[in-house]
């Protein structure tokens, strides 16, 4: 309930600062700040990946719209993304699934 409270409350106060903003572009950060912020109470690392993937997706947008091949950049930049949820999605897994198979092979008898 706590975590319910506080969420509701953090998002009314979001939203009527939302509307009190005249201009697009700081209506636009304040939401950006205020996630972050928000994301922040609950898991502070998932910030600085937050932010690397917002780097990351906001230079290679430069590169496609500022090169001439751009099509080569966009699959770079996709691939690199697609790359990066795999690892945080399935590298806790495959880390554990790794541990489990050491300890079984740890009880196997050993011949000689």
Partial sequence: MLISLRFFS???LVAVFYWIIPK???RNLVLSLSSLFF????????????I???IYSYLFASLITSQKHKAIYHKIGIIGLV???IA???LGFLSNTLNKLSEFIAFLPEFH
């Fill in 39 to 50: 994301i922040s109470l609950f898991d502070k690392p998932a910030v600085v990946v937050i």
């Fill in 88 to 90: 945080f999605k399935y």
């Fill in 10 to 12: 953090f998002l009314i």
């Fill in 52 to 54: 690397a993937l917002t």
């Fill in 24 to 26: 697009q572009r700081i």
């Fill in 83 to 85: 790359l990066i949820l």
